[in-house]
Nanobody
Framework: QVQLVESGGGLLQAGGSLRLSCAAS????????MAWFRQAPGKEREFVAT????????YCVEPVKGRFTISRDNAKNTVYLQMNSLKPEDTAVYFC????????????????????WGQGTQVTVSS
């Protein structure tokens, strides 16, 4: 069982940066594949990025490549999403998710493949 708590969201202007954090409880955090999803008003939840249990492999969707970086610190049971050059279209509630698998391939981009979810943190980017 894993409990996830996101933090770091906020309101900022386009071009700014934020770092989201997701703190996980549970002794087996290091064996989980972790991911970030986001959900904008009136839209479905969409995959943003994922990282393997070791942190050695990661994958981001095309719209955020080069701007967002996912990372993790297993010693701190925390996964991060560094977001740079933010755009108004990045406005959404960002969710942290955990999948009970150490296999990174195929990359898990579907929400139903993840077993645990945080409550979300709001990111609002103004133009």
């Amino acid at each position: 069982q894993v409990q996830l708590v996101e933090s770091g969201g906020g309101l900022l202007q386009a071009g700014g940066s934020l770092r989201l954090s997701c703190a996980a409880s549970g002794r087996t955090f290091s064996t989980y594949t972790m991911a970030w999803f986001r959900q904008a008003p009136g839209k479905e939840r969409e995959f943003v990025a994922t990282i393997s249990w070791s942190g050695n492999n990661s994958y981001c969707v095309e719209p955020v490549k080069g701007r967002f970086t996912i990372s993790r610190d297993n010693a701190k049971n925390t996964v991060y999403l560094q977001m740079n050059s933010l755009k108004p279209e990045d406005t959404a509630v960002y969710f942290c998710a955990a999948a009970d698998t150490i296999a990174f391939k195929p990359v898990l981009t579907t929400a139903t493949r993840y077993d645990y979810w945080g409550q979300g943190t709001q990111v609002t980017v103004s133009s």
